[in-house]
T-cell receptor, first 111, second 111 residues
């Protein structure tokens, strides 16, 4: 079992829909990242969070440390939101610096 | 301010050859991490460099080596290339454990 699991693997939505992508992890963490990857490879960091909730525009990220679970929400989705969304965690421990990634969720938003 | 840059963008090599990939971090960043992303998978951590030293390494063979220069730029070297080394190689920079900023990646094809 991977340390970081995402669901769903693929998601198709109509423009305007509310979208939720889930991430579960099995280790203690110091931080969780949500990343966006467009075709061609470039990765953009959306959020880094260790507790609670963060909001940026139409994107909202939440984390429940006790349940080892995070969600990424997109309100009023738009075709330009189509991308792969990746969850990554940094395990807790002073000498650990690496990020462990989920396999990603491919989001397609149709007009 | 230029973000993280990587060169080359694409590269085709033959099995058994050696390759060097380059990364220039975002201004003000002192830490560089390298990741390998196979098609359809999340990135896998290769290693991280800080203060010109390899600070942490993932589960990659010794054929993968790196270097960080005094100006914080970094190189990833892969010797004795295998077909399975074909992937997108991502560089990410950060400042002391803060948010990692990713470069556009180098797509390596081994034939």
């Amino acid at each position: 079992k991977n340390e970081v699991e995402q669901s769903p693997q693929n998601l198709t939505a109509q423009e305007g829909e509310f979208i939720t992508i889930n991430c579960s992890y099995s280790v203690g963490i110091s931080a969780l990242h949500w990343l966006q990857q467009h075709p061609g490879g470039g990765i953009v960091s959306l959020f880094m969070l260790s507790s609670g909730k963060k909001k940026h525009g139409r994107l909202i990220a939440t984390i429940n440390i006790q349940e080892k679970h995070s969600s990424l929400h997109i309100t009023a989705s738009h075709p330009r939101d189509s991308a792969v969304y990746i969850c990554a965690v940094r395990s807790s421990g002073g000498s650990n610096y690496k990020l462990t990634f989920g396999k990603g969720t491919l989001l397609t938003v149709n007009p | 301010d230029a973000g993280v840059t990587q060169s080359p963008t694409h590269l085709i090599k033959t099995r058994g050859q050696q390759v060097t990939l380059r990364c220039s971090p975002k201004s003000g960043h002192d830490t560089v991490s390298w990741y390998q992303q196979a098609l359809g998978q999340g990135p896998q951590f290769i290693f991280q460099y800080y203060e010109e030293e390899e600070r942490q390494r993932g589960n990659f063979p010794d054929r993968f080596s790196g270097h960080q220069f005094p100006n914080y730029s970094s190189e990833l070297n892969v010797n004795a290339l295998l077909l399975g080394d074909s992937a997108l190689y991502l560089c990410a920079s950060s400042q002391q454990g803060r948010v990692q900023y990713f470069g556009p990646g180098t797509r390596l094809t081994v034939t």
